[in-house]
């Protein structure tokens, strides 16, 4: 019959250094057999997230077309410019109606931004939103309203000014892009709904279809927990000089 805890403990205590290792190390094997062993706790899986070959070479950054010496609203240029991002396919690609678009601005001095996106004729030509901006750098996240909707299978331009004058739009510092929103095949469709939302696995699905927006969105969301993977991304596009800007990994501008 094996002693009880408390004639254990008490014999252990009277007992030199060198017995009571002898004894407990029985013990410890013998507990070893009778309880199963502890689960270890699951790393994250560090994964190589880019996206597939780009076909062409869309305009993602610009030093402000017809201004001598680059605009003159954003401080540093040209060590700093603005930047969309985008990958280098001529088309962007979404799922939604509402696709997110991000543009990274450097520290500037113009009050405000302008996106605009061309629609089609049932939309009444084009949607435009005005940002008032702090002159802070990082990345603004442009969203579109609900009652702003693009259509699937057409192309939609859209475009994203600082405006360094109001008076002189070509002194404006301006990048550009068309997005297309596609659709899943019913195989597909049921895949992804077997993903958590905002998870490293969907954003890997949507990569992996070439859904740019879907992708980034998911990955900007998730940079904190997984910087390398948002760095890599944005390197597979040929952005990966944006890691030498911290605001543009790791925060917004403030926008008032």
Known sequence: MWPSTHHLIRTLGRTPLIL???CIAPLLLLAGSLVPPLAQAESPTLVSLKFPDSQGDAPR?????????????????????????????????????QPTFFVYIPTNKAPEAVFELSLNPDQNGSYTQRITLSGDAGLVEVNLPPEVSITPGQEYFWRFSLV????????NAVVQGK???????????????????GSMAE???????RIWHEATDVLYGLRTQAPQ????????????????????????PVLF
């Open 164 to 171: 360094c004058d109001p008076k002189s739009p070509e002194s």
């Open 61 to 97: 950054r610009t030093a402000g077309a017809g201004v001598r010496g680059g605009p003159v609203c954003i401080t540093n240029h040209p060590e700093q410019t603005l930047v969309a991002l985008v990958p280098n396919d001529l088309v962007s690609l979404t799922l939604t109606g």
């Open 179 to 197: 997005v297309k929103r596609t659709e899943l095949t019913a195989s597909q469709m049921a895949e992804l709904a077997k993903l958590t939302p």
């Open 229 to 252: 993977q948002w760095s890599e991304w944005l390197g597979s596009v040929n952005l990966g000089f944006l890691g030498s800007q911290p605001a543009a990994l790791n925060g917004s």
């Open 20 to 22: 009571k290792l002898a």
């Open 203 to 209: 954003a890997e699905f949507y990569a992996s279809h």
